[in-house]
């Protein structure tokens, strides 16, 4: 690109716009691969097919998320150590095989063990793509560009439903078209390795990695050119800081600011899960059989789900960027816990009622609109904002590690609980959890709108120090 294409305005900000529609096809992979679940388990379930019981469905729904933790994990620190883009490209490939393997699977072993695989795909997406977009966006435009995955993954979920009700209502009668339903991923793995292969690495990572010539240039293809030389003398600034310490590993967190700033990560992952999501994204079929639909009608009423979650990350992505997190994130966990309260109540009420159904199905319609306007944006965000440049793809992956084995909790227990205890009970679990996760929030989670990367850095060091002072000072009285 040359120097007169990169003073362009428009030039700079469409090869941005690239940059975050290329990776955020990572996010429609994770979306769809998670969603995709939902409407194929009815016909995996049959006798002639893959002959699932309450345990063996449970496992294989959540043996992706068990994956998903260690991709999480395992690509955090990968990323790190070669790049957030390389790591990106090589995830494609994983998404491709294991969407393959899973298409042909001959029995419940062999899919458990390519829902595994994809899971790792799906977790190492789930980590890496919010802190390189986090890395790549002007901090003014961060809440936007990193929420925009949001959108991709629930976009991704969409697209499940849909294929899965055309799919489910014109082809119920072919055992087999749960197969088709798993097929479809293929798709979108093949266009993330072709986007990815014209988007730069991080300049973040590369000014860390010694190569600054390389930074500038990447900061001058997606900035102007005053503003990409006064960031990266900032971020070269966070990275001297960053070198005096050693290499990045798990034991820097025994530093008692790096540890509080881990702990805020696990919880705000944590309680993205507890909010019972999950039951609701790989089960909402299996929720409105039990409410009272036939197979057909909950796969097509389960689009529903699907589309309002995504008008409501739209809305969440305009409000991110206008409103604070953390009140915007109390906000949506006080709407899914009440959502779910009122299902609770519900389902014992209005047992064997007709209008059950259709209550049933606002509800989760009613949750859905504040988990994905408000929790779900405000999670990955906060995830990939709150760790130093030096840690931020270890401590991403480990929060969102704990983000996928409480999801694999849920994902392996929720159709054991709801075949044992009920509708009713298994959700007034969910408003329990609910209740402490808005707690945590409350006390816990920092403010971090409006600030850099490198401030937000700053800002807790100084609050560690500024506690040491006071702590020397109430000594020395």
């Known amino acids: 690109m040359s120097n007169q294409g990169r003073k362009n305005p428009r030039n700079y900000k469409s090869f941005l716009q690239l940059i975050m529609i290329s990776a955020t096809f990572g996010g429609l992979l ?30 294989v729904t959540s043996s992706l998320l068990l994956g998903a933790a260690f991709g999480a994990l395992a690509c955090g620190k990968l990323a790190d150590r070669y790049g957030r883009r390389k790591m990106i490209l090589n995830l494609s490939f994983l998404f491709l095989l294991a969407s393959l ?4 699977a001959p029995n419940v072993s062999i899919m458990v063990v390519f829902r595994f695989l994809l899971g790792l795909a799906v977790g190492g997406a789930s980590s890496m793509v919010p802190a390189f977009l986090a890395e790549m966006a ?30 489910g209502v014109t082809m119920a009668d072919t055992g087999h078209v749960w197969r088709y339903m798993l097929f479809i991923c293929a798709i979108p793995a093949l266009a ?56 990045a590993s798990i034991k820097d967190f025994a530093a008692p600011w ?27 079929t299996r929720i409105l059989e039990e409410s009272g639909f036939g197979t057909k009608a909950a796969l097509i009423a389960n689009i529903a789900n699907g589309l309002v979650s995504v008008i409501a990350v739209v809305f969440g992505i305009w409000m991110v960027g206008k409103v604070n997190r ?8 006080s709407g899914t816990t009440t959502a779910l309260l009122l299902i609770a109540i519900f389902s014992k009420i209005l047992e064997g009622s007709a209008a059950l159904p259709y209550v049933v199905l606002s509800l989760t319609v009613l949750f859905l609109a504040f988990m994905q306007a408000c929790v779900g944006p405000v ?31 849920i994902g392996f227990t929720f159709p054991i609980l709801l075949s044992s205890v009920g509708l009713s009970t298994t959700f007034f679990i969910f408003v329990v959890l609910g209740i402490l996760g808005i707690g945590f929030v409350y006390k816990w989670m920092p403010e971090t709108n409006g600030r850099t990367l490198e401030d937000i850095e700053e800002h807790f060091r100084s609050q560690y120090d500024q506690g040491n002072t006071n702590k020397s000072m109430m000594k020395a009285q």
């Open 30 to 59: 994770f979306g769809y691969d998670t969603g995709v679940i939902n409407g194929a388990l009815p016909f995996m379930e049959r006798p002639d097919q893959l002959h699932l019981t309450p345990v063996t469905e449970g496992l």
């Open 101 to 104: 393997g899973t298409t042909f």
């Open 138 to 167: 002007p901090h003014e435009q961060r809440g936007r560009m990193v929420t925009m995955n949001e959108f991709m993954i629930v976009g991704g979920q969409l697209l499940a439903y849909v294929f899965n009700a055309i799919l």
């Open 192 to 247: 993330l390795f072709v986007s990815m292969l014209v988007v730069p690495e991080s300049p973040r990572w590369l000014a860390a990695k010694g190569k600054k010539n390389e930074a500038l240039r990447v900061l001058k293809q997606i900035r102007d050119e005053k503003r990409a030389q006064t960031e990266f003398n900032e971020i070269e600034a966070a990275v001297q800081k960053d070198s005096e310490l050693e290499k």
């Open 258 to 284: 790096l540890r509080r700033i881990l702990l805020i990560g696990i919880g705000v992952a944590m309680v993205n899960q507890i909010t019972g999501v999950n039951s609701i994204m790989y089960y909402g």
């Open 326 to 333: 953390r009140p915007m994130l109390i906000i949506g966990l």
């Open 379 to 409: 999670t990955w965000l906060v995830i990939a904002e709150i760790f130093p440049q030096r840690l931020r793809g270890l401590g991403a992956g480990i929060s969102v590690f704990f983000l996928w084995i409480v999801n694999f909790i």
